[in-house]
């Protein structure tokens, strides 16, 4: 079983940055992606961004292009996720996520799920 532990979340204004971590833990196999959904209130779960191991490779949302940036660390089985010139709309709970798929953007590729954490930005 794979464990998810996301951090970073809090309460920032428009245009400021957050960093959100994911750390992974109890076997996550030598191939395998780690990837962000979110979810704002009264809404779907969306995909955000993945990056896979070992390769490396990312995949973004249309709407997180250009303002978001995941990366990881590879030794760590730790992912984050950079978020600059964050909008009201990017406001939901944020989660870490786990498949063997090759990053997947639907969410029913993902096995395991982080508990979540929350990001809010104010107008």
């Known amino acids: 079983q794979v464990l998810l532990a996301e951090s970073g979340g809090g309460l920032v204004r428009t245009g400021e940055s957050l960093r959100l971590s994911c750390a992974a833990s109890?076997?996550?196999?030598?191939?395998?992606?780690l990837a962000w959904f979110r979810q704002a209130p009264g809404k779907e779960r969306t995909f955000v961004a993945s990056?896979?191991?070992?390769?490396?490779?990312?995949s973004y949302a249309d709407d997180a292009k250009g303002r978001f940036t995941i990366s990881r660390d590879a030794a760590k089985d730790t992912m984050y996720l950079q978020m600059n010139s964050l909008k009201p709309e990017d406001t939901a709970i944020y989660y870490c996520?786990?498949?063997?798929?090759?990053?997947?953007?639907?969410?029913?590729?993902?096995?395991?799920w982080g508990q979540g954490t929350q990001v809010t930005v104010s107008s």
């Open positions: 990056i896979n191991w070992p390769g490396g490779i990312q």
């Open positions: 996520a786990h498949s063997r798929a090759y990053n997947s953007q639907w969410s029913g590729t993902y096995t395991y």
């Open positions: 109890g076997g996550t196999f030598y191939t395998y992606t």
